[in-house]
């Protein structure tokens, strides 16, 4: 049987929550399908999406489940396809958000932002001027962000000073279900 076929149980489905073997049923079918994790982090969840060699400010998409897109997404097999249908229905957390950044004294200032239909919630506003830096949990503590379709994670990228010769954004995500 293939990942499309047990994905089906992803669907509502309502319960007696007085059957236990159609509960246990529906748990092994969640788990053989890779919807469902009793367990924490699924095996092989981790990957790094990244927005790409940027030349210039601006706003840009760091990693959006259940799209396949141009966006470097990798894991421990290589690039991932965003169009995969365990990635498209996936819950991911993330873990950590760095900065890679050249320029001739370029300060830039960091937004990082979850989105739902285009409403940003910002996790961090930091001014940096290093080449390598995490920017997140690192400014705002263990914070618990969870991405799912129809979310975006992205960051607001500016000038403070001096000029942007690249700048690369990471993100180490973990899929939890």
Request: hydrophobic letters at 35%.
């Amino acid at each position: 049987m293939d990942p499309a076929k047990l994905a089906i149980p992803k669907n509502a489905i309502f319960l007696n929550d007085t059957a236990e073997d159609e509960l246990r049923r529906l748990n092994l079918a969640g788990q053989a399908s890779g919807q469902l994790s009793s367990s924490g982090p699924m095996i092989n969840g981790a990957i790094v999406a990244e927005t790409g060699e940027q030349s210039s400010v601006g706003t840009f998409f760091i990693f959006r489940p259940g799209t396949s897109s141009s966006l470097p997404i990798t894991d421990n097999s290589g690039t991932v396809d965003g169009g995969d249908p365990q990635f498209q229905n996936g819950v991911w957390k993330l873990e950590a958000v760095s900065t890679s950044q050249t320029g001739s004294g370029w300060n830039g200032n960091f937004r990082l932002w979850v989105s739902v239909d285009g409403k940003k919630v910002y996790l961090t506003d930091i001014n940096n001027s290093s080449g390598t830096v995490p920017i997140f949990p690192e400014t705002v503590g263990s914070v618990g962000v969870h991405i799912t379709g129809g979310c975006d994670l992205g960051i607001d990228i500016a000038t403070v000073s001096g000029t942007l010769t690249s700048v690369n954004i990471s993100a180490y995500l973990i899929r939890v279900r």
